[in-house]
């Protein structure tokens, strides 16, 4: 494999990481604060459906983010209301938000474009372009660092920047600040926070509405910059794919980064058949056969927040 080579599987694995740390960051809120979020995928198929339909009828990419955080915060607070306000099981709820996403965006596409539960082609403006970074092209010719800038750091849409950023951003929210402390106190041990006279509810609420956010921002990208519109499950299974990673990174930010960036690695080699000499079916199974090890327990042993997935009942 030359140095070119290279380069082009580092750009895919960041394009293609993307949406799935977006989804792990908006488990990671979620679940720290003790609300497992089964329904990531649900999310970003309604945000991508939603973006994508917007974006291609005004012919503006920001109309389509504002439409695709709307859509994932409607299915937040559908998801909040049955396993926060009625105490609903969390893994049910997430599971049927997945079904009802799924077949509902497929079926508005249909009724709306009739081009086979997809929507148009986005033009230009309905896209989140590429955006080159200051100095990208005077360093080009710089042997090394200079293509690696020019060519995987720079040239990634906004969005692009944007996760990467809420990287840091979530780290210092949940471990420098009062509001994280709360929240991952929520997950730990509701009660204590509850005879501190704070609202489990309004903090479970606040995260599950931050992992809307994430979630729209994630079903965006695919509709809006990875690719030029909706399309039908386009989501792939990247919502389970970032469980996985959640799980891998130990419910750690900066954990996430990295264990996102593995998966894309996996899914860039898998669109590279001409590098690795193994059977492109064998390929293109690599980013699931890893969600399973993840799963299975591979990674050493991960500890979840202890009251992750319960109720809180508060005591009279």
């Known amino acids: 494999m030359d140095y070119a080579t290279l380069l082009q599987i580092l750009d895919s694995t960041i394009r293609l990481a993307v949406p799935l740390l977006l989804a792990c960051l908006a488990g990671l809120w979620s679940e720290r604060a003790g609300v497992f979020d089964i329904g990531l995928e ?8 939603a973006s994508g339909a917007v974006a291609y009828i005004t012919g503006s990419a920001w109309a389509g983010l504002a439409a695709g955080i709307g ?35 497929v079926l508005v596409a249909q009724a709306a474009f009739s081009q086979g539960g997809r929507t148009p082609a986005l033009s230009s403006s309905g896209r989140f372009n590429e955006v080159t970074l200051p100095f990208a092209d005077a360093v080009r010719e710089v042997p090394v660092i200079g293509p690696l800038y020019a060519d995987v ?22 471990l420098r600040t009062r ?24 903090l479970r609420f606040a995260a599950v509405l931050i992992a809307g956010v994430l979630c729209g921002i994630a079903g965006t990208y695919l509709a809006t910059a990875l690719q030029a519109g909706f399309g039908r499950e386009m989501t792939a299974g990247r919502g389970y794919i970032a469980l996985a990673a959640l ?9 996430a ?18 590098v690795v000499p193994i059977p492109v079916a064998a390929l293109e199974a690599l980013p699931y056969v890893l969600t399973v090890l993840v799963l299975a327990g591979f990674v050493g042993k991960a500890i979840p ?12």
Not at 42 to 49: E, N, S, T, W
Not at 75 to 103: K, M, P, Y
Not at 305 to 316: C, D, I, L, Q, S
């Open 71 to 105: 859509a994932a915060l409607v299915w937040a607070v559908l998801h909040g209301i049955a396993s926060i306000t009625f105490r609903g099981n969390q893994l049910i709820s997430g599971v049927a938000l997945n079904f009802l996403a799924s077949g509902m965006t």
């Open 257 to 274: 980064l990295w264990a996102t960036l593995l998966f894309g690695f996996f899914q860039a080699i898998a669109l590279r058949p001409d």
């Open 42 to 49: 649900g999310k970003m198929l309604v945000a991508a459906f």
């Open 305 to 316: 927040p202890r009251a992750g997935g319960e109720p809180y009942v508060k005591e009279r």
């Open 153 to 174: 750091i720079s040239g990634h849409s906004l969005l692009v920047y944007l996760a990467v950023l809420a990287v840091p951003a979530t780290w210092w929210v949940l």
């Open 247 to 255: 799980i891998f990174a130990k419910w750690r930010p900066w954990g």
């Open 179 to 202: 509001f994280g402390l709360r929240l991952r106190a929520v997950g730990e041990n509701p009660a204590a926070v509850d005879t501190a006279g704070v609202s489990v509810t309004r």
